[in-house]
């Protein structure tokens, strides 16, 4: 398997869990939510990014993009894999709002945050979705991307300790510290 075939198999892997632990933490408010927050200017970095684009591909060769509409219908994201990173990023104020406490706000922020760690600094400085020339995701440096993934994978187990058990050790902290910082009240 080539680097980039691993590479792309490790993310969409890590995608999908991340995105099921988001959807369960916010389905009962975008469900219930008649504002669509996702507009095809978001989507069309899937179709602009050599990365984002083979991802899609390969994981996710049934979406539908619509001009109009991008990957959005009426029963929400036709794209399972290859989302841009804005995607998990964005939390509305309903969704922030509404945390009960410091270490659920927490928590959720750092969900979102998993899959932009991941492709931090995949080309020297550049995110992986910010490399435009596919020739060049080849040049990928593995063993950070290998570095990054594995950070946030720590993080999003940490994360589910924290949800479900609403305490975290030292080590879980300093995981999660790589991702975010964490407010006063967990140190």
């Not at 691993?6 to 389905?27: D, G, M, N, P």
């Not at 060769?61 to 990957?71: S, V």
């Not at 959005?72 to 290859?82: I, P, Q, V």
Request: charged share 25%; with cysteine; glycine share 2%.
């Amino acid at each position: 398997m080539s680097k980039v075939n691993l590479i792309l198999k490790q993310y969409a892997c890590f995608e999908s869990k991340v995105q099921k632990e988001i959807t369960t933490r916010c389905s009962q408010y975008c469900s219930s939510c008649s504002h669509i927050c996702c507009t095809p200017e978001f989507c069309q970095e899937t179709l602009e990014s050599p990365f984002l684009s083979l991802v899609r591909k390969r994981f996710s060769p049934y979406a539908r993009y619509m001009k109009n509409r991008g990957w959005w219908s009426e029963n929400g994201c036709t794209l399972s894999f290859g989302r841009p990173p804005v995607c998990y990023e964005f939390m509305c104020n309903d969704i922030i709002d509404d945390q009960p406490t410091d270490s659920d706000l927490y928590t959720i922020k750092i969900l979102s945050k998993l899959i932009s760690h991941v492709g931090k600094n995949a080309l020297g400085r550049l995110h992986i979705v910010e490399i435009m020339k596919e020739r060049h995701l080849h040049n990928i440096q593995h063993t950070r991307f290998e570095k990054k993934l594995s950070e946030a994978k720590a993080a999003f187990i940490a994360v589910k300790l924290l949800y479900t058990h609403n305490c975290i050790d030292n080590n879980s902290l300093k995981t999660l510290s790589k991702i975010l910082r964490p407010p006063w009240s967990l140190i």
